[in-house]
């Protein structure tokens, strides 16, 4: 916990940032025919750089871990309860010790894959109620500016939407909506780095 707060929560988010990415690209570099449009992010274990993926999506959720500690810290403890930094903290945990599960556990195998797909499904639920309580308390702290406030609400309700078109998929009738969910999933997955990155750069350049 010393080295997490003696670290800025800026580096922290930005070895979260790199290593997801690194990871990403190298994956789909050698994984020829790869398609955005049908093909799930996760999708990229299963090819020949699968290791590299799984690899950078577990030191991501490693390093998020120090990101969202550090953040937490940051909030005014006169105008802003322990309660609720605590809560906030709590789904934040759990969302990355989830998305770390899901670099962990992915393949072909059912049981693995069945894991991966929990482990998903847990990581994007926390990471909607950790992303809102933490953009709403960037609202409330006059340290931080709105600007990574939006960006972290816009995150939500894109994660709430992916989550939505999840569900539906098992109603009957409704499984063409899945032919959206990689799309989404992909979008996703960027707009998440982006957060990281606005509030990752707010921290450092601002010295919080």
């Known amino acids: 916990m010393k080295k997490v707060k003696a670290i800025s929560g800026g580096v922290w988010g930005n070895l979260s940032i790199t290593a997801g990415i690194l990871g990403d690209i190298i994956a789909l570099i050698l994984f020829p025919g790869?398609?955005?449009l049908k093909r799930s992010v996760s999708f990229l274990c299963k090819g020949p750089g699968g290791i590299f993926f799984q690899l950078g999506t577990t030191l991501s959720g490693i390093f998020a871990v120090g990101f969202v500690i550090y953040v937490v810290r940051t909030f005014d403890d006169t105008i802003i309860s322990k309660n609720m930094k605590k809560l906030a903290l709590s789904f934040a945990l759990i969302s990355c010790v989830s998305f770390i599960f899901l670099?962990?556990?992915c393949g072909s195998n059912p049981i693995i894959d069945l894991i991966?797909?929990?482990s998903a499904v847990v990581s994007w639920l926390s990471a909607i109620c950790y992303i809102g309580i933490f953009s709403f308390l960037m609202m409330k702290d006059s340290k931080y500016?709105?600007?990574?406030a939006y960006v972290g609400f816009s995150v939500s309700i894109s994660l709430s939407l992916m989550i939505l078109l999840f569900i539906l998929y098992y109603i009957p009738g409704l499984q063409g909506v899945v032919a959206l969910l990689p799309l989404l999933e992909w979008y996703n997955t960027f707009s998440l780095t982006f957060w990281y990155f606005v509030a990752s750069t707010y921290?450092?350049?601002?010295k919080i």
């Open 145 to 148: 500016s709105k600007f990574p």
């Open 103 to 105: 670099g962990v556990f």
């Open 34 to 36: 790869y398609d955005f």
């Open 203 to 206: 921290l450092l350049v601002k």
């Open 116 to 118: 991966h797909g929990g």
